[in-house]
């Protein structure tokens, strides 16, 4: 059975349209999530869904509590997670107005905790291909659907800002093939593949960056596509969730911890396995000794 796990960024706070919808407080042992999380149905599908930032957009990227976010979704039961992110675009070919599944990731960002994982209980989770295909695959036939416009497959750079680059570093980063530069997807895609959530992160273009034309970013032409991508967007979640096929077809993501702790039984922490106890729900109902 589904239940979509959605992650709003910019410009992106609620969903419309939900059925019994209600904001639902929860409560993490990694710290107060960005918000409390909107529940609801869409269609046949339950839906949990958190404003990265928060309603009003109060907590900057640098500060997000991406674990809490995380283990609030799983707590809730999300069985997938979806991401939507405002970009800048450093491929002339992703316009502002497009949208773009990310499937890669170059990670600049600074000292931003980026593990449910530590000393005590460590555990190595594979990253090769950070997305899951499933998942964008049935996403980016949503976006089709209601007509935006699609490119499947980018790198998506994460830099930690919140200023914006220099034009140097723009450069830079299209010299080394990023297509996308944004500052929330990491760590988020990390700690979503160790609480064993296949991600998708459809990305919204906003702006060139400043690679292009000798523009800088500005926030004031930023929004006026973000709200135009954010109808888009909304769109487009109604239409992945009409289409979601009633069984959920099982994912390689939804195992991933059995090949990947490696602290031996006798010396787990149990503080950090208590700590964990909705990542590992699953790992630990299985009783895992080994």
Not at 49 to 56: E, I, S, T, V, Y
Not at 155 to 177: D, N, V
Not at 239 to 264: E, Q
Request: proline share 6%.
């Amino acid at each position: 059975m589904w239940k979509l796990g959605i992650i709003g960024g910019s410009g992106l706070y609620a969903i419309d349209g939900l059925a019994d919808a209600r904001w639902v407080a929860v409560e993490s042992p990694w710290g107060a999530p960005s918000d409390a999380v909107l529940t609801g149905r869409l269609g046949s599908i339950d839906v949990a869904f958190l404003p990265r930032h928060g309603r009003g957009h109060r907590v900057a990227p640098g500060e997000l509590n991406v674990r809490a976010n995380i283990d609030a979704l799983k707590r809730l039961g999300c069985t997938d997670l979806l991401a939507v992110s405002a970009v800048g675009s450093l491929n002339a070919t992703m316009a502002p107005g497009d949208f773009v599944l990310v499937d890669q990731f170059i990670d600049r960002t600074k000292g931003r905790p980026g593990s449910f994982f530590g000393s005590g209980l460590v555990a190595h989770v594979p990253m090769a291909d950070p997305t899951c295909p499933r998942l964008s695959g049935l996403v980016g036939d949503a976006v089709a659907e209601v007509g935006g416009t699609l490119h499947r497959g980018a790198t998506y750079l994460a830099m930690e800002g919140p200023a914006f680059s220099t034009r140097a570093e723009s450069r830079l980063h299209q010299a080394w093939g990023c297509d996308l530069i944004g500052m929330t997807a990491m760590p988020e895609a990390k700690l979503a593949r160790e609480a064993e959530l296949p991600y998708a992160l459809l990305a919204m273009v906003t702006d060139y960056d400043c690679w292009h034309d000798g523009t800088d970013v500005d926030v004031t032409d930023i929004m006026a596509v973000m709200h135009g991508n954010a109808a888009l967007a909304r769109a487009s979640i109604i239409a992945l969730c009409a289409s979601l096929p009633a069984a959920r077809p099982p994912s390689p993501i939804d195992n991933v911890l059995d090949a990947a702790i490696m602290t031996a039984p006798e010396a787990r922490d149990p503080a950090l396995l208590t700590k964990n106890a909705a990542i590992l729900a699953r790992w630990l109902t299985k009783g895992r000794t080994g």
